[in-house]
Every structure is written in structure tokens, then in C-alpha cells.
């Protein structure tokens, strides 16, 4: 079941399904809408509304999520799915929404046996499995990992539902793994810079969804950061800054609504990303890096949700679950990264 079909993201990501050869059935407000858009089995449901997602979904069903912002939308469907035992992915970049995952939602979906793997797309399996493989490769000295996101190609290759979850991310205390535990920070506390094909490229630190799996894999880790460089020279700034206070979130909000729901489609074709982890040893010394290349996020994103729902009979383990706890580091390289035209360095 795939909720958010009408929108830009949730429309590729039911186009990729089809193209695996399932047949999702699209839920929501309007199902003459979706049904007329895909030819799919439709249901009426209000995302919002846990009693009527609730009435759609059964122990063996796979709710597929793409309606954002999630930290206002995306509640009542997980705890929907938590109720019924189900399985769950979406495709949240919204930290504080991957607390309520983890922190609040997780202990509970153990007991129900509801599988959540949450943020299961650009944002954050690039990351968390260039970790993961960094991690293999530095063995037991690794004490602290660093994760980068960057993007390349003008224009505006974002939509409109992207810029909507940033301003609730930037509304929102951030994270951090720090001495060996995850700490609440503002958003932006850290800058570091990385080199991406030989240039420079500054990044200021997000709470991710790398805070909660690469500790999993490597408990003795001390610290676990991930920054964000999207923004180039401009990152430096946007560190500087202090939380934007409520009246100019506000504002951010409506200027939200004046970006189109689609992304420019010759910047989001000419967009390519490429996400770095290092691996240090207690006193500074790189052990490895791992570097993930792909196109553009919307297209890695409906790739990876529809792999995830063709392969979730493969999902290990209950309860909030990360890409590498839930189906492992060999079928995310082998399967999940050829499906999606990610290569690693």
C-alpha cells in the first residue's frame, strides 16, 4: 500500500513499483484521482487519520509512506502499521520524526512485531551504508565516523514537498552521537569540509538516521556526525545562524507554498549526488572512506522504496529497524544499489 501517489515523489515511487512489477494499492483523499493517474487498486484513507489507515492494513501488509512533512503528517500511519504488526518504510529526512521511530514507536512495534525502516531512500541509506561498509573495512579502532551528503547541478532541482520538510527540520532541535551517546544539539552546530572530486566542500551537521544505525554496528563508536553540504559555500552561513525564530518560520511556511510541486526537470536530470563516510581511529587517523555515487535524489528515492516493498519478506528483525539491520550490507550492495544505479568507491 503506497500512500502519497499524487505527489511527486509518491508518483515515481508507484511508477517504480509497477515497473518491478508489483501492484500497489494506492491509498488516500481522493482515490479516483490515483487510480486515474496508474491504473491501481485504490482505497480511501485519510494518512492523518490513524483509525482509517488502521481499517486498511493487516499483519502482512507493507504501508509505503511518502507524505510529508512527517513530523506533522506522518504519525497516525505508523502507529497504524505498529497496531496491526505490519511493515512499514517511508521516505522521511526529518530527524526529529526518526525519534518518534526509534525512540517512541520502536519499543512498542517490537511487541506488536511491526517492522519499521524509516528514511528509506536519499536520505538515509546512501549514508548509512557507506558507513557500514567504511566500518567493515576499519575494523575495531573505529571510534568515530563522519557522514557527508552533497549534491551537484544548478537550478531547482528540489520540489516543493522537499522544501517544506526543511523548513520543519530547521523549526527542530537536532542530534548527535557524541562520547558514545546521542545528544540533542541545534541544527547546524558543526562544520566540516570534505573533498568531493578534488574541491572543498563545507557541510554543517543534521540529526540523521546514521545516529541510530552505525552505533548498532560498531558499539564501541564514540562519535557519529553527519553533515549536510548541499549549499556550498553558503553552508558556512546557514552554521552561523541561530534557529529561525517562530515569526520567520512562518514565513519560510508560505513561501513553501509558492515553489512548484515538481522540481525543475532539466536541474533534477543534470543533478548528481555523492555521499562520503570516514571512519577515524581514537586519535584522528582515517582508517577508511567509502564513497556512494548516484543521480538524482527523487529517482534513488522511488528506486530504493520500491525495493524495499518487493524484498520486505527478506526483513530481519522487528521493531525500528535501519537498511543494514533490516536486510543486511550484502543485498542493499548486490541488489538494492545495481537496482537503483548507485556505485561505490
Same mark, same amino acid.
Given at each position: 500500500?503506497?500512500?502519497g501517489?499524487?505527489?511527486?515523489?509518491?508518483?515515481?515511487?508507484?511508477?517504480?513499483?509497477? #515497473?518491478?512489477? &508489483?501492484?500497489?494499492? &494506492?491509498?488516500?483523499?481522493? @482515490?479516483?484521482?490515483?487510480?486515474?493517474?496508474?491504473?491501481?487498486?485504490?482505497?480511501?484513507?485519510?494518512?492523518?487519520?490513524?483509525?482509517?489507515?488502521?481499517?486498511?492494513?493487516?499483519?502482512?501488509?507493507?504501508?509505503?509512506?511518502?507524505?510529508?512533512?512527517?513530523?506533522?503528517?506522518?504519525?497516525?500511519a &505508523?502507529?497504524?502499521?505498529?497496531a496491526?504488526?505490519?511493515?512499514?518504510?517511508?521516505?522521511?529526512? !526529518?530527524?526529529?520524526?526518526?525519534? !518518534?521511530?526509534? !525512540?517512541?514507536?520502536? @519499543? /512498542?512495534?517490537q511487541?506488536?512485531?511491526?517492522?519499521?525502516? @524509516?528514511?528509506?531512500?536519499?536520505?538515509?541509506? %546512501?549514508?548509512v551504508? /557507506?558507513?557500514?561498509?567504511?566500518?567493515?573495512?576499519?575494523?575495531?579502532?573505529?571510534?568515530?565516523?563522519?557522514?557527508?551528503?552533497?549534491?551537484?547541478?544548478?537550478?531547482?532541482?528540489?520540489?516543493?514537498?522537499?522544501?517544506?520538510?526543511?523548513?520543519?527540520?530547521?523549526?527542530?532541535?537536532?542530534?548527535?552521537?557524541?562520547?558514545?551517546?546521542?545528544?540533542?544539539?541545534?541544527?547546524?552546530?558543526?562544520?566540516?569540509?570534505?573533498?568531493?572530486?578534488?574541491?572543498?566542500? %563545507?557541510?554543517?551537521?543534521?540529526?540523521?538516521?546514521?545516529?541510530?544505525?552505525? %552505533? *548498532?554496528?560498531?558499539?564501541?563508536?564514540?562519535?557519529?556526525?553527519?553533515?549536510?553540504?548541499?549549499?556550498?559555500?553558503?553552508s558556512? #552561513?546557514?552554521?552561523?545562524?541561530?534557529?529561525?525564530?517562530?515569526?520567520?518560520?512562518?514565513?519560510?511556511?508560505?513561501?513553501?507554498? *509558492?515553489?512548484? *510541486?515538481?522540481?525543475?526537470?532539466?536541474?533534477?536530470?543534470?543533478?548528481?549526488?555523492?555521499?562520503?563516510?570516514?571512519v577515524?581511529? /581514537?586519535?584522528?587517523? &582515517?582508517? #577508511?572512506?567509502?564513497?556512494?555515487?548516484?543521480?538524482? %535524489?527523487?529517482?534513488?528515492? =522511488?528506486?530504493?522504496?520500491?525495493?524495499? =516493498?518487493?524484498?520486505?519478506?527478506?526483513?530481519?528483525?522487528?521493531?525500528?529497524?535501519?537498511p543494514?539491520?533490516?536486510?543486511?550490507?550484502?543485498?542493499?550492495?548486490?541488489?538494492a544499489?545495481?537496482?537503483?544505479?548507485?556505485?561505490? !568507491?
Amino acid at each position: 500500500m503506497l500512500f502519497g501517489a499524487t505527489g511527486f515523489t509518491g508518483g515515481r515511487t508507484a511508477e517504480a513499483m509497477l #515497473a518491478r512489477g &508489483l501492484r500497489p494499492v &494506492l491509498a488516500g483523499r481522493n @482515490p479516483e484521482a490515483l487510480g486515474a493517474r496508474l491504473g491501481c487498486e485504490t482505497a480511501r484513507a485519510d494518512v492523518t487519520d490513524m483509525a482509517s489507515v488502521a481499517a486498511l492494513v493487516g499483519p502482512s501488509d507493507v504501508l509505503v509512506s511518502t507524505v510529508g512533512p512527517f513530523a506533522e503528517l506522518g504519525g497516525a500511519a &505508523l502507529a497504524a502499521v505498529v497496531a496491526a504488526g505490519a511493515t512499514y518504510l517511508d521516505s522521511t529526512g !526529518e530527524g526529529p520524526f526518526l525519534r !518518534e521511530v526509534f !525512540e517512541l514507536q520502536g @519499543p /512498542a512495534a517490537q511487541r506488536s512485531g511491526a517492522r519499521l525502516i @524509516p528514511a528509506f531512500g536519499y536520505d538515509f541509506v %546512501p549514508g548509512v551504508l /557507506a558507513g557500514a561498509l567504511a566500518l567493515r573495512e576499519a575494523g575495531e579502532r573505529a571510534a568515530r565516523v563522519d557522514v557527508g551528503y552533497f549534491l551537484t547541478g544548478g537550478g531547482r532541482w528540489f520540489s516543493r514537498g522537499t522544501a517544506e520538510s526543511a523548513v520543519t527540520v530547521a523549526s527542530s532541535p537536532a542530534f548527535a552521537v557524541a562520547d558514545g551517546a546521542l545528544v540533542t544539539e541545534p541544527g547546524g552546530r558543526r562544520l566540516r569540509t570534505y573533498l568531493v572530486d578534488g574541491v572543498p566542500r %563545507p557541510a554543517f551537521s543534521i540529526g540523521a538516521l546514521e545516529h541510530f544505525a552505525l %552505533p *548498532r554496528l560498531a558499539p564501541g563508536l564514540r562519535t557519529v556526525d553527519v553533515h549536510l553540504g548541499w549549499f556550498g559555500r553558503a553552508s558556512t #552561513a546557514v552554521h552561523r545562524l541561530p534557529p529561525p525564530p517562530g515569526i520567520a518560520l512562518r514565513g519560510l511556511r508560505r513561501l513553501t507554498t *509558492r515553489i512548484p *510541486r515538481e522540481p525543475d526537470p532539466a536541474a533534477a536530470a543534470a543533478a548528481r549526488s555523492e555521499t562520503v563516510a570516514e571512519v577515524f581511529d /581514537a586519535g584522528g587517523t &582515517l582508517l #577508511a572512506r567509502t564513497r556512494l555515487r548516484f543521480g538524482d %535524489p527523487y529517482s534513488l528515492t =522511488a528506486a530504493l522504496l520500491a525495493w524495499g =516493498a518487493a524484498h520486505a519478506s527478506e526483513i530481519e528483525g522487528v521493531g525500528a529497524l535501519d537498511p543494514v539491520s533490516a536486510f543486511g550490507v550484502d543485498a542493499l550492495v548486490d541488489s538494492a544499489c545495481a537496482d537503483a544505479g548507485i556505485t561505490i !568507491e
